[in-house]
Each structure stands twice: as structure tokens, then as C-alpha cells.
């Protein structure tokens, strides 16, 4: 991580200082432009902007530091940046673009990636010679990656309410697409035992108490994920 990104960090978030975000925002401009740009510091320069952390309220300069992070990689910023196409904030709406944001942010295991890929399948937002067993394919995704509980229900939902013959075609999917470290974990794994371990989990009640998901922080998604 970048010093000025790290500096900037302690000032966002009032580590063993008062918070104060023109320094923050100092520092992580300091990073965003130096001789090896920082992503983490152009999406928290993007937050802020969202937010209004020591600044006004501005999407189209939330749009353009979301933007720059993401070019440099940073999966979250791909994340936000894909809820503004497929929402049509500031930009035009665009689902493919959405869509191909969403998946990029997934190879970085961003766990909302999952989720919206669903969902985009199962609101038809995408077109898909199958959209159930895609849809499918996502949650079982999602699922191994970690949900929140709300989601964790529509998941367990849309899986037991499909056929067995969908739910193995999306398991057989799932192992043949799931990005980075999540793909070599599932291919590793036979069928048989995938559809065991997904059925298990998902045959769970899932609850905060029962700690087998998790709830979302209060700014996760204001207005986007964040």
C-alpha cells in the first residue's frame, strides 16, 4: 500500500487522530498522482466525493476517481462503477457494460459482484440462453464466496425452487467458471460432492445468530456498493 494512501487512511478514519477529511483527501490525492499511482487512494478519493467527506456531494467526480481506480484494477471501484451503468447515474445506462464490470469485479472475489451478477440473470437484465442456470451458477458462486443473510435467503430460495437437473447443470457450471482461488478450490472438488456441500449450506437457516452470513455495513450501499 502507498504511504500517502495509508496516511490518508488514518485521517479518513480517525486512527489515533481526529478525523479530518482535507487532509485525508490531501494525502490520498499525493498518492493517486505520484510516479506509481495508488487505486486505493483514487477510490477512496471516489468515496469521499460520494459521501461528501470534506467535500460536496459530487457523482460526476466520484464517476471519474471510480474510474481511474478501476482502470489501475481495483475491484471495488469496478463494483460501483457497474451499479452507475446498470442504474444510469451519470452515465448512460448500460447493462452489458454493467454486466462486464460486474464480472471483472468478481475475479477480484468482491463478494457483492456475485450477488449482482445474479440478480441480473434473474431480473432477465442480461440476455442468457439459460438464465436460471446461470442465475444458479452465481449464487452457488456467491455462496462459497460468503452472503449477506438477505441475500443468503433468495439464494437458498432460488436454488431448492429449481429442478435438481438445473441445479447440477449450474453446480458443473460454477466449477468451470468460478474466477482465481475460488475456481482451483471448486475444481478440485468432484460434482457429487459440490452438490452435497452446496445443498447442506443452503438447506441451513440462515440468521446473524447462527453466524452463517453476515450483515451489510452502513455504507455499503449508498447509493452503490461501495
Same mark, same amino acid.
Given at each position: 500500500?502507498?504511504?500517502?494512501?495509508?496516511?490518508? *487512511?488514518?485521517?479518513? *478514519?480517525? +486512527?489515533? $487522530?481526529? =478525523?479530518?477529511?482535507?487532509?485525508?483527501?490531501?494525502?490520498?490525492? %499525493?498518492?493517486?498522482?505520484?510516479?506509481?499511482? !495508488?487505486?486505493?487512494?483514487?477510490?477512496?478519493?471516489?468515496?469521499?466525493?460520494?459521501?461528501?467527506?470534506?467535500?460536496?456531494?459530487?457523482?460526476?467526480?466520484?464517476?471519474?476517481?471510480?474510474?481511474?481506480?478501476?482502470? #489501475?484494477?481495483?475491484?471495488?471501484?469496478?463494483?460501483?462503477?457497474?451499479?452507475?451503468?446498470?442504474?444510469?447515474? =451519470? $452515465?448512460?445506462?448500460?447493462?452489458? /457494460?454493467?454486466?462486464?464490470? &460486474?464480472?471483472?469485479?468478481? *475475479?477480484?472475489?468482491?463478494?457483492?459482484?456475485? $450477488?449482482? %451478477?445474479? %440478480?441480473? &440473470? +434473474?431480473?432477465?437484465? =442480461?440476455?442468457? +440462453?439459460?438464465? %436460471? $442456470? !446461470?442465475?444458479?451458477?452465481?449464487?452457488?458462486?456467491?455462496? &462459497?464466496?460468503?452472503?449477506?443473510?438477505?441475500? @443468503?435467503?433468495?439464494?437458498?430460495?432460488?436454488?431448492?425452487?429449481?429442478?435438481?437437473?438445473?441445479?447440477?447443470? @449450474?453446480?458443473?457450471?460454477?466449477?468451470?467458471? @468460478?474466477?482465481?482461488?475460488?475456481?482451483?478450490?471448486?475444481? !478440485?472438488?468432484?460434482?457429487?460432492?459440490?452438490? /452435497?456441500?452446496?445443498?447442506?449450506?443452503?438447506?441451513?437457516?440462515?440468521?446473524? @445468530? #447462527?453466524?452463517?452470513?453476515?450483515?451489510?455495513?452502513?455504507?455499503?450501499?449508498?447509493?452503490?456498493?461501495?
Amino acid at each position: 500500500t502507498h504511504l500517502h494512501t495509508d496516511i490518508g *487512511k488514518i485521517h479518513l *478514519k480517525g +486512527k489515533g $487522530v481526529r =478525523i479530518d477529511y482535507a487532509e485525508a483527501q490531501r494525502q490520498f490525492i %499525493l498518492a493517486a498522482k505520484s510516479e506509481y499511482p !495508488d487505486s486505493q487512494a483514487m477510490y477512496y478519493l471516489a468515496r469521499m466525493h460520494v459521501l461528501g467527506q470534506g467535500t460536496p456531494k459530487s457523482l460526476a467526480k466520484s464517476l471519474t476517481w471510480f474510474e481511474r481506480a478501476a482502470e #489501475n484494477g481495483h475491484a471495488r471501484a469496478k463494483l460501483a462503477l457497474a451499479k452507475m451503468y446498470q442504474r444510469g447515474s =451519470i $452515465v448512460e445506462q448500460n447493462a452489458h /457494460k454493467a454486466f462486464e464490470l &460486474y464480472e471483472s469485479a468478481s *475475479k477480484g472475489l468482491v463478494d457483492q459482484a456475485f $450477488v449482482e %451478477l445474479a %440478480l441480473m &440473470y +434473474k431480473n432477465k437484465e =442480461i440476455y442468457s +440462453k439459460n438464465p %436460471l $442456470v !446461470d442465475e444458479l451458477s452465481w449464487w452457488i458462486k456467491a455462496a &462459497y464466496n460468503g452472503l449477506y443473510c438477505e441475500n @443468503a435467503h433468495l439464494a437458498k430460495s432460488r436454488y431448492f425452487s429449481a429442478s435438481i437437473a438445473d441445479r447440477q447443470h @449450474a453446480i458443473q457450471h460454477a466449477m468451470n467458471t @468460478a474466477p482465481g482461488l475460488l475456481g482451483h478450490a471448486l475444481r !478440485d472438488e468432484t460434482a457429487p460432492k459440490v452438490t /452435497k456441500t452446496i445443498t447442506e449450506y443452503f438447506a441451513q437457516d440462515f440468521t446473524l @445468530a #447462527n453466524r452463517n452470513c453476515t450483515s451489510p455495513s452502513t455504507d455499503t450501499r449508498f447509493p452503490f456498493p461501495l
